[in-house]
Nanobody, 117 residues
Framework: QVQLVESGGGLVQPGGSLRLSCAAS????????MSWYRRAPGKERELVAT????????NYSDSVKGRFTIWRDDYESSVYLQMSSLKPQDTAIYYC??????????WGQGTQVTVSP
C-alpha cells in the first residue's frame, strides 16, 4: 500500500519560514518524480514545485520562485519543501504528489499552512 505522509505545516507569521516533509512508503521512490501542490481556499489547485526522479532537477511556479526550495532524499524516500519569506497568499493546504513515467500517481493527505500575523 502506497502512502505519502506530509508533516511540518502550521501557523507562521508573514516573513517566516516552514519546512514541509513528505515520507513515502510502498513504492520504489527513485522511480517517482516528486512534487508539492497547494490549494488555497476558493482557488484551483496549483503546482508549486517538482524535483525530477532521475536528474533531480527542480522547477517552481513563478509565485514561489526564489522563496521555496524542493529537494529529495532517496535514501530516506522523502521529499522536502523549505518555504521562506512566507506571505499570507501562501496560505493553503499543501499536498505531496508522486508520479512515475509509467503513469502511476499518488497523493498525500495534505498539511495546512497558514500565514497570518
Amino acid at each position: 500500500q502506497v502512502q505519502l505522509v506530509e508533516s511540518g505545516g502550521g501557523l507562521v507569521q508573514p516573513g517566516g519560514s516552514l519546512r514541509l516533509s513528505c515520507a513515502a512508503s510502498g513504492l520504489t521512490f527513485t522511480d517517482y518524480h516528486m512534487s508539492w501542490y497547494r490549494r488555497a481556499p476558493g482557488k484551483e489547485r496549483e503546482l508549486v514545485a517538482t524535483v525530477n526522479a532521475f536528474t533531480h532537477r527542480t522547477n517552481y511556479s513563478d509565485s514561489v520562485k526564489g522563496r521555496f526550495t524542493i529537494w529529495r532524499d532517496d535514501y530516506e524516500s522523502s521529499v522536502y519543501l523549505q518555504m521562506s519569506s512566507l506571505k499570507p497568499q501562501d496560505t493553503a493546504i499543501y499536498y505531496c504528489h508522486a508520479h512515475s513515467r509509467g503513469g502511476a500517481v499518488y497523493w498525500g493527505q495534505g498539511t495546512q499552512v497558514t500565514v497570518s500575523p
